[in-house]
């Protein structure tokens, strides 16, 4: 039994961090611990025990009732927002520090319990945070009631401070500690995008409510259920937007998204008398990808692909899968000179980049030769409003001057400007239909 249990402790995944990882965790860990033992010594009697039975039960509920929908939203980052934290801010604000940690421990627990299988010290971490964030959140309430006193705007104040309070402690250490632990984590990896930070404002203020209501009677927590149950179910619609927004094979926009968004960005170049450039994008020979390796292999590299251009343009720059092995990209406030600078610099990134690593590390196959398997791409530029002043005309350039590329072996690229109809004409390859890969 207990080779085992050593056995176990070595097999923990927090042996496997970077020493600031480890401290990190180590030292949140710690904090918390102490936190705990200070705030349950000094606690002063048990009253409040109906309190945190109601604040419980709901909470269990809301969470229970949720499962499905939150088991749906979850997109297998290793940020996710939920609703649990608005039953937590209610029981700092309401409750001493040590009973309002017995419901976050409580909640925790249950959670461990439905999770399943989960690594052990992320769990510990993650609890831990929730109790340093009870703190601060209690913290900053008294503090802020003690100056304002317990009037009425005073009181809405201290408790909006301290959900802030909550809510930052959370945000500032799980981002860290996602920055340290998971190696090239983007900013919004770490602290969430839009939609994340609206999932912690809407569990701030119910948490501010659902104190309010507990205030006049523990049960009141109970009418709290339909509305976090409903919230739960708002968020998942936003979600789904995104997913209907988005290429599963490539994670980028689909076409009629990238059209929209190139429309607004058209509309504002036409206003604002800035260029605008269009980049249509062909994997070139694609075909012999799918007909050498099979369709798994020319998925991965059609990823790998969409990475690679994904991480080589602007923040503001707009891409969208066009179909097929095809990319088009929106480079606003560009003209021709940039554009083709832009283009070359695509270009250049997909010949010289690993593929065969890149989709080997998913596939493991082993035909998969770095000295064979590499691909390249046919670029083709159109500029707003040299080259059309409507999304269809500059496609329709971009397009033509794909083709040109490609006429001219391959592995090119070319501008609109510099594709004449004579030459235009001259070109021989069929313009296929526009079929998703």
């Known amino acids: 039994m207990v080779a085992q249990s050593r056995r176990a402790v070595r097999n923990w995944a927090l042996w496997t961090l970077t020493v600031p990882a480890f401290g990190l965790v180590a030292l949140v860990d710690l904090l918390a611990i102490g936190y705990g033992v200070r705030s349950f010594t000094e606690l002063p009697s048990w009253h409040g025990l109906d309190l945190v039975f109601a604040l419980t039960v709901s909470a269990l509920i809301s969470v229970e009732g ?44 249950w959670w461990r319990v439905r999770a399943g299988r989960c690594i052990p010290y992320r769990w510990a971490f993650s609890t831990a945070v929730h109790v340093l964030c009870v703190g601060a959140a209690h913290t900053t309430f008294v503090g802020i009631r003690d100056l304002t006193g317990d009037s009425g705007p005073g009181l809405v104040f201290a408790m909006a401070a301290a959900a802030f309070a909550y809510m930052a402690t959370d945000t500032v250490l799980c981002g860290l500690a996602i920055t340290l632990i998971v190696p090239g984590s983007s900013r919004q990896d770490a602290i969430g995008s839009k939609d994340e930070l609206c999932v912690d404002a809407t569990a701030a203020t119910l948490g501010c409510l659902l104190a309010a209501a507990a205030l006049v009677s523990p049960w009141f927590a109970l009418l709290a259920i339909p509305i976090s149950l409903t919230a739960q179910r708002a968020l998942l619609l936003g979600q789904l937007e995104s997913e209907a927004q988005t290429d ?12 929209r968004r190139t429309e607004e960005m058209l509309r504002r170049s036409r206003t604002q008398r800035e260029p605008m450039a269009v980049l249509l994008i062909d994997i070139d020979h694609f075909k012999q990808v799918n007909d050498r390796h099979g369709h798994l292999v020319g998925d991965e590299a059609l990823r790998a692909v969409a990475t690679i251009l994904r991480s080589a343009i ?21 003209d021709l000179a940039d554009a083709s600078v832009t283009a070359d610099r695509l270009r250049t990134a997909v010949a010289a980049s690993p593929l065969a690593a890149m989709c080997a590390g998913v596939l493991d196959d082993p035909e998969l030769d770095p000295d064979t398997f590499h691909l390249t791409v046919s670029i083709g530029i159109a500029v707003c409003p040299s080259d059309g002043v409507t999304v269809d005309e500059l496609l329709f350039r971009a397009d033509r001057a794909m083709y040109a590329a490609k006429a001219a072996g391959r592995d090119r690229v070319r ?11 001259r070109l021989t390859l069929p313009r296929p239909a526009v079929q998703p890969h």
Do not use: N, Q
């Open 314 to 334: 602007r923040a503001k720059d707009v891409i969208g899968r066009f179909g097929g092995e095809e990319f088009v990209i929106t480079l606003p406030d560009t």
């Open 415 to 425: 501008a609109a400007a510099d594709c004449y109809p004579a030459d235009l004409a």
């Open 66 to 109: 949720a499962r499905r929908v939150e088991s749906r939203r979850k997109s297998g980052g290793a940020l996710h927002k939920d609703l649990a934290p608005a039953w937590m801010i209610a029981a700092a604000l309401v409750l001493h520090p040590a009973l309002a940690i017995l419901v976050a421990v409580l909640l925790r627990v």
């Open 248 to 259: 599963p094979k490539t994670s980028l926009g689909r076409v009629d998204w990238w059209r």
